[in-house]
């Protein structure tokens, strides 16, 4: 018989060393189970994956409105710090005739609007809860009410949309421009006073520059909202209780523009009429109880009367104003305006375009300056905390210099060319 037939030596002379015959076969039988296992391994993973596409299949099926990556909204019950820093708003500069501007807006916002967790079309006032059952898919909405009424929820001077109420003129003819105007307080035996009107822009960013402008200017100063803030309705309501006029800035676009981007919405040269009007009523339900509109930025878009008329025309429709803050010698809107049959007012002085507490006293000199010599003057400003300190100083003493400070709709000039 061959050596390939003998069988495995059994004597221990003839078994390898350190082994005996039983731990040999239990060694051969642990090398078959390791051989087994990796293929049966693979063979259940292939299973596994091959049985996942069905098993998606029949949820998306049979299950009621999967939700398929949907976004969610999510409510915010206080007004939050993140505001405060956002930063300061956008520079409208990139021609050598809007350079003014660049001081005009020292305090530049260069990122998205802040979320306020309330959706677009949400009712004012209040946020809008979405409640998703995990196991069926159905969605219920609830509404939050908020902290504070909305005491410009005039229904006859809002018209609703898809994105929120828009301004409108009243079945009886009135405009939001009269329905939401501070009452005149001339001065007592001096009733053609000179007037100064005084805008400070840019609130709802800064929750700093907000409730400092709340808390320390006088209300016949008018305040202007960007549309990209939290809790604007709150916060328009807490600023017409103080006895504030309010206006709606509206992004446009400026020579540089992408490099400088007033935001989301912004209107555009290179946009059609529909569509520019179609952001515009959106920027116009971010907030309601304002007498009229502002540009934010917008030394291109001004410029250019085929992109501005619709939208003045649309404002004027409306019954609103338009206010210039005057940083742009291109502008063709007080023309517009006219033909438009809108009431205008342009700024005279960037009070804040140095903002330094000396340079802001001298600028609210000339605005003094010009009031006196013309009858009446406009001063824009932005929400800086020197801007509000000295504009509120000043305010103290004015009336005992013989000068009224007035809303912006009392010097507001329409197109007779008489103060409407």
């Keep these: 018989m061959s ?10 002379l003839s078994a390898p060393l350190g082994q005996d015959a039983d731990s040999t076969k239990a060694a051969r039988r642990r090398k078959r189970v390791k051989a087994v296992l990796p293929l049966a391994a693979l063979r259940v993973s292939a299973g596994v994956l091959g049985l996942m596409p069905l098993a998606f299949l029949g949820w998306a099926l049979f299950t009621e409105g999967p939700l398929g990556g949907e976004p969610m909204a999510v409510a ?22 809007s350079r003014e501007s660049d001081r005009a807006h020292p305090n530049r ?28 898919g159905k969605r219920e909405d609830f509404v939050i009410p908020g902290e504070a009424g909305n005491a410009a929820g005039d229904a006859r001077l809002a018209e609703p949309s898809r ?6 003129i009243a079945p009886d003819g009135t405009r939001p421009a009269e329905a939401f105007a501070q009452p005149l307080r001339p001065i007592p035996d001096k009733p053609n006073a000179p007037r100064v009107a005084i805008i400070v ?66 209107l555009l040269t290179s946009l059609e009429a529909g569509q520019n009007i179609d952001r515009l009523h959106w920027l116009m339900s971010r907030l309601q109880g304002y007498v009229g509109i502002a540009n934010y930025m917008g ?15 649309e404002a004027a429709k409306r019954g609103l104003i338009y206010v210039e803050d005057g940083t742009s010698p291109r502008s063709v809107a007080a023309q517009v305006a006219g033909a438009s049959n809108l009431p205008y007012a342009r700024a005279d002085i960037v009070i804040d375009a140095v903002p330094n507490a000396a340079e802001i006293d001298r600028a609210l000199a000339r605005l003094e300056k010009t009031a006196r010599e013309r009858g009446s003057a406009v001063g824009m400003a932005n929400a800086l905390p020197a801007s509000i300190e000295r504009i509120a100083a000043w305010a103290k003493s004015l009336e005992s210099r013989g000068i009224a400070l007035v809303p912006i709709t009392a010097v507001t000039v329409a197109a007779r060319g008489k103060p409407s």
């Design 3 to 12: 050596d390939s037939l003998a069988p495995p030596p059994t004597d221990e």
């Design 163 to 168: 994105n929120g109420p828009l301004p409108r």
């Design 109 to 136: 916002y260069d990122g998205p609007p802040l979320i306020t967790g309330q959706p677009a079309n949400a009712p004012r006032g209040g946020s809008t809860v979405t409640v998703i059952d995990g196991s069926s």
């Design 299 to 313: 030394s291109r878009f001004v410029a250019s009367e085929q992109a501005l008329a619709p939208v003045l025309r």
């Design 201 to 266: 822009a840019g609130l709802g960013i800064s929750a700093i520059g907000t409730s400092q402008a709340l808390a320390k200017l006088p209300g016949p100063v008018t305040l202007a909202f960007t549309p990209y803030g939290a809790d604007l309705d709150r916060l328009a309501a807490r600023a017409r209780e103080g006895g504030h006029e309010l206006l709606l800035q509206v992004p446009m676009e400026p020579f540089d523009f992408p490099d400088n981007d007033p935001g989301p919405q912004t």
């Design 76 to 97: 915010r019950t206080h007004l939050q710090a993140e505001s405060a820093a956002a930063g300061p708003m956008p520079v409208d500069s990139g021609a050598p005739e």
